[in-house]
């Protein structure tokens, strides 16, 4: 990435948290914290108003705008596919996110015309979503609520079981989704295809991340499978 392209990040992202740590910065951009120091002092440099306090962060002076958005074609055109994608994978409501952040960010343009909705890289999806789509929706809002969930599963060799579960992620694999969950019967993480899931009910009771039951130790999880299993390949 740009060096330009991580000053605006650093701008961006202490104007939206009005204070930001550089230890947090550093992390957001994957850069070191002695990086983060450099570029700010560059910003400073630049008559960028931002001021650190100690044991609190950076902050930009009240009122502080940026000049008007700019976007490469190539910018635009991952924007409309991620808003496309979005459009033909997910559930009901995201997608209506999707489209009303790219009108947002069109009406930003100082160039209307720079927005070519002809783009010829596309996401379609030409099955039936209709279980995934409703399934999806139900999902996100459980996994943002903490709640449990119950559902009857089938697998792929054809067994089907109920089972109640701590969702804690979506994860799109190009064409399936699956939930990421802590799975209650098997006191273990577990995933399940979104499209083998019937009778999906959200349940009152909710549940609390853990040092064990959380979203980056699934994936922390999943990604010592993955290791174990490329050695049998």
Known sequence: MRKADRLFQIVNLVRS??????????????????????????????????????GVGYRLREGFELPPLTLTSEEIEALMLGVEMISASTGKKLP?????????????????????CNTKIRALSVTDRTYGSQHWDVLREAIRATNAISFSYDTLEGA???????????????????????????????????????????????????TVVNLQAYMRHQSANWTEQKKHY
């Open 17 to 54: 948290h009005q204070s930001i740590t550089a230890q947090k910065l550093s992390e957001r951009l994957g850069v070191s914290v002695r990086t983060v120091y450099r570029y700010i002092d560059d910003l400073s440099l630049s008559n960028i108003p931002i001021y650190g306090e100690a």
């Open 96 to 116: 209506i996110a999707a489209k009303s952040l790219l009108h947002k960010i069109e009406a930003a343009l100082p160039d209307r015309e720079s927005v070519d």
């Open 160 to 210: 089907k079981s109920e089972r109640i579960v701590y969702p804690l992620g979506l994860f799109y694999w190009g064409g399936k989704w699956t939930l990421g969950a802590w799975c209650t019967l098997r006191y273990a993480f577990r995933e399940f295809r979104i499209d083998r899931i019937t009778g999906l009910r959200v349940m009152e009771r909710t549940f609390q991340s853990t």
